[in-house]
């Protein structure tokens, strides 16, 4: 059976080509399997050594969503199955493989010689934002929602954000990455998550402007389709929620310890601001231990380069599911549905030696699975 997701080229009026993958999974909006991420690796892999192809089209099957995240349910099993060794390779490594190859992925992206356009229509979260902001042109619509919701099923924002959280403007990054908040398309576009605003409905045009396009320099034929397209969908930008709460977030997030910065946070459920009350029950409702590994993984890779942070990310996702509450997050959320999880702590609880567990290192520098992976990051 092969992967849900699907390739084709498409053939540019000057004699080149574009590759196009197709996340193609709509039932499940499009949410990343092993097999999917292996699929994409191996394809892209051959893209680059190609010559006709000059740049890539990334993209979500159906009108949801790009990418709703990584496939929780198949981590959760494995968990339950034990499958949580160290080695990637070993039957009883399953959870290690899976982040192995997705963070690779990722990287991939961020670093690929050719110029990679995301249509980010629809829902992105979690494993999708890794995709979206590994792509060099990221394109969201009206319609578009991005989050890193983490934080309601026991992980924390991993697949790069560790990195481009902590270059978000102001404390919005902090923010965002604690409570799982909410972004829409005008929001993407300040925190540096998106590119162009694109109605929805521009799609096929977008697409057949590129291909009548002079790709003897590729990004710059990109950009010029792209910025048209954008200028004639201006108007249709949904109202900011981010930037105009930058003063209100900078002074929840101003606190001498995690501990005060996350009460205060979850003070905030009953506030007037309805943004802010929702971010902040989101953060009350999801797991104690998730929110400090949270805002511990920012500080460590504040000053980190992009693959230094995917090592750390590696690291911590195996550690959450070792000694994490992912399985008890998806559990309530995907499988037994009842949204009742029963957290390992209580907020203002969760044991120092706890946080330090997860935080140890799964592997010495020279044997990590991820060790190969360079800090060069193409503009």
């Known amino acids: 059976m092969s992967a849900p997701v699907q390739f084709d080229t498409l053939a540019t009026a000057d004699g080149h080509r574009l590759g196009r993958i197709v996340l193609d999974a709509p039932k499940s909006l499009n949410a990343l399997s092993l097999e999917m991420i292996e699929a994409i690796q191996a394809q892209i892999d051959a893209w680059a050594a190609d010559p006709e192809i000059v740049a890539l089209w990334l993209e979500g099957a159906g009108d949801k969503a790009f990418c709703a995240g990584g496939d929780v349910v198949a981590l959760y099993h494995a968990i339950a199955e034990g499958r949580t060794g160290r080695d990637p390779e070993a039957a009883d490594g399953a959870v290690a493989r899976y982040f192995t190859h997705e963070y690779r992925l990722d990287h991939a992206l961020h670093t690929y010689p050719k110029p990679i356009v995301a249509w980010g229509d629809g829902i992105v979260m979690?494993?999708?934002?890794?995709?979206?902001?590994?792509?060099?042109?990221?394109?969201?619509?009206?319609?578009?929602?991005?989050?890193?919701?983490?934080?309601?099923?026991?992980?924390?924002?991993?697949?790069?954000?560790?990195?481009?959280?902590n270059r978000m403007p102001g404390a919005s990054g902090t923010f965002l990455g604690l409570t799982g908040a909410r972004l829409n398309a005008s929001d993407a576009l300040f925190v540096g998550l998106a590119d162009r605003l694109i109605a929805a409905e521009r799609r096929d045009a977008v697409i057949d402007d590129l291909l009548e396009a002079d790709w003897s320099r590729p990004r710059p034929a990109l950009d010029r389709v792209l910025r048209t397209h954008a200028a004639a969908s201006r108007e249709l930008a949904p109202p900011a929620e981010v930037a105009p709460r930058q003063e209100a977030i900078a002074a929840l997030t101003d606190a001498d310890c995690d501990e005060d910065l996350i009460a205060a946070v979850i003070a905030a459920s009953d506030s007037d601001d309805a943004w802010i009350a929702r971010a902040a029950r989101s953060l009350a409702a999801g797991s104690p231990l998730s929110a400090r590994l949270i805002l511990r993984q920012l500080a460590r890779c504040r000053r980190v380069s992009l693959a230094e942070a995917l090592r750390s990310e590696l690291d911590l996702s195996l550690a959450?599911?070792?000694?994490?509450?992912?399985a008890e997050g998806v559990r309530a959320l995907l499988i037994d549905k009842d949204h009742a999880p029963a957290w390992r702590h209580a907020h203002g609880a969760v044991?120092?030696?706890?946080?330090?567990?997860?935080?140890?290192?799964?592997?010495?520098?020279?044997?990590?699975?991820?060790?190969?992976l360079h800090d060069h990051v193409i503009g």
């Open 126 to 165: 979690g494993g999708g934002m890794g995709l979206l902001a590994g792509a060099s042109h990221r394109v969201v619509t009206p319609r578009s929602m991005l989050a890193m919701p983490e934080i309601t099923i026991g992980l924390y924002p991993d697949v790069g954000a560790s990195w481009f959280l």
């Open 320 to 326: 959450c599911a070792n000694h994490g509450d992912i």
């Open 351 to 372: 044991p120092a030696a706890d946080l330090e567990a997860c935080l140890a290192p799964a592997w010495p520098r020279q044997a990590h699975p991820l060790r190969d």
